[in-house]
């Protein structure tokens, strides 16, 4: 079995601060995870993922995130937040159960950006 | 347009009427999935196809959804006798990597 938690559900940051999004996921084997975003009325757009190979992952828009299996956490950081970056979050995580590749996606993170 | 195109964007239905959702994919694409979303959720994962091949179906939400890929190309997700509850955004993706369409809203009242 597998799951993923958001651990909090609104981030507010002024713009030009760094941000942290923190994910901890739960999974029986190896995972692979994801970090998506979600602007209003837009559909979700990968940032990254981790899939086994590099701990530290670079995204798109300057996101990245760190695996760290020892305390099963998956935190998106970025150095600088933008206005645009106001979003939802979700990050993700996804093993092989029974043959199929099932996404499971925490409940999300809503980034606000204030001026 | 290369994405993943869903149609239509904004369905309303009465409680107990069928409807049928669409997802067009990224042509060269062979996984398709489908999720539903609720208001201040995250998707939650209903089925994916392999080419025309429904790998994974068990977490269909009941026996009133059902979902097709006859060619393996476009899906189709059908809800029949729609209740309130149904009430959602039902999302599709291709992959890979996972490319999402904008979601079809559903409103049944």
């Known amino acids: 079995a597998q799951s993923v938690t958001q651990l909090d559900s609104h981030v507010s940051v002024s713009e030009g601060t760094p941000v942290l999004l923190r994910c901890n996921y739960s999974?029986?084997?190896?995972?692979?995870l994801f970090w998506y975003v979600q602007h209003p009325n837009k559909g979700l757009q990968l940032l990254l993922k981790?899939?086994?190979?590099?701990?530290l992952v670079k995204g798109i828009n300057g996101f990245e995130a760190e695996f760290k299996k020892s305390e099963t956490s998956f935190h998106l950081t970025k150095p600088s937040a933008h206005m645009s970056d106001a979003a939802e979050y979700f990050c993700?995580?996804?093993?092989?159960?029974?043959?199929?590749?099932?996404?499971?996606f925490g409940r999300g993170t809503s980034l606000i950006v204030h001026p | 347009d290369t994405g993943v195109s869903q149609n239509p964007r904004h369905k309303i239905t009465k409680r107990g009427q069928n409807v049928t959702f669409r997802c067009d994919p990224i042509?060269?694409?062979?996984?398709l999935y489908w999720y539903r979303q609720t208001l201040g959720q995250g998707p939650e994962f209903l089925t994916y196809?392999?080419?025309?091949?429904?790998?994974?179906k068990s977490r269909l939400l009941s026996d009133r959804f059902s979902a097709e890929r006859p060619k393996g190309s476009f899906s189709t997700l059908e809800i029949q006798r729609t209740e309130q509850g149904d009430s959602a955004m039902y999302l599709c993706?291709?992959?890979?990597?996972?490319?999402f369409g904008e979601g079809s809203w559903l409103t049944v009242v």
């Open positions: 993706a291709s992959s890979s990597p996972q490319v």
């Open positions: 999974s029986s084997y190896s995972p692979s």
């Open positions: 981790y899939t086994s190979a590099a701990t």
């Open positions: 993700v995580v996804s093993t092989r159960e029974g043959g199929s590749y099932i996404p499971t």
């Open positions: 042509s060269e694409h062979n996984r």
């Open positions: 196809f392999q080419n025309e091949a429904q790998l994974e």
